[in-house]
């Protein structure tokens, strides 16, 4: 079956998430708080990526990329200086990095990505405050699938007050059919909806109050074809 001939099938499919009753959009917990967010548009045939998260950058608060490259290959990605990899998942087609950054003081607002080889590449950075700027990262899982639901699989984390966040990424490269509008979970905020592009991603946030096990969050995207899927958690500062 060519993919022109399951378009009328992706047509009627909505979006949907679940995720588990533990976990609040609200930050009541004292978790890591949400400064701002900032995309990068699709490049074709790139060397490079440049992610911008503005002004409003002060030092001890965290950046969160995410950088989503496409294609047949997968060449080798050189981070900018300071950046740690957090985690890097791929399909064929469908690549999704993430990496973090602990802000100092004068450090510009921008960083770039280069790659070994030409890819279509887009992404995203989260900047947040109250992190453990030291070592953010609690833990994280990741997940790959063709067709079905994107799933973030579940994480155990071992601190109190994490910030949860899930990202989605596919090719599935047929914009708007899903609406502009996705139904998403009252327990979750949607920190960055990526639909209306040549190829769609998510982030997603929630907090959950003591430590333990997340639940599988599902997003019931029309996926006929790669998609990519993770879960992050983020410690808090010093309270």
Known sequence: ??????????AVLIVGCNSSPSQ?????????????????????????????????????????????????SKPTI??????????????????????????????????????SEPVDAQGAVLLLDNVASAAPVDMTSGNTGTGGTLTATSIATTADGDLILSYYATDFHLP??????????????????????AYEYWVLGSYQSQNGGTEDQVCSAAQLFNWVA??????????
């Open 1 to 10: 079956m060519i993919r022109k001939a399951l378009v009328a099938i992706a």
């Open 24 to 72: 609040t959009a609200d930050n009541t917990v004292g978790g890591p708080n949400l400064v701002s967010t900032a995309q990068t548009p699709m490049k074709t045939a790139a060397t490079s990526l440049s992610l911008d998260w503005g002004p409003k950058a002060q030092a001890g608060q965290v950046a969160i990329a995410d950088v989503l490259s496409y294609g047949g």
């Open 78 to 115: 050189a981070a900018p200086a300071g950046w740690q990899l957090i985690r890097d998942d791929s399909t064929p087609t469908t690549r999704q990095s993430l990496y973090w950054h602990a802000i100092q003081a004068n450090d510009p607002s921008n960083a770039t990505w280069a790659f």
């Open 176 to 197: 708007g059919l899903l609406g502009s509008s996705p139904q998403l979970p009252a327990d979750t905020e949607t920190l960055i909806n990526q639909e209306a592009a």
């Open 230 to 239: 993770a879960q992050v958690a983020i410690k808090h500062g010093s309270h």
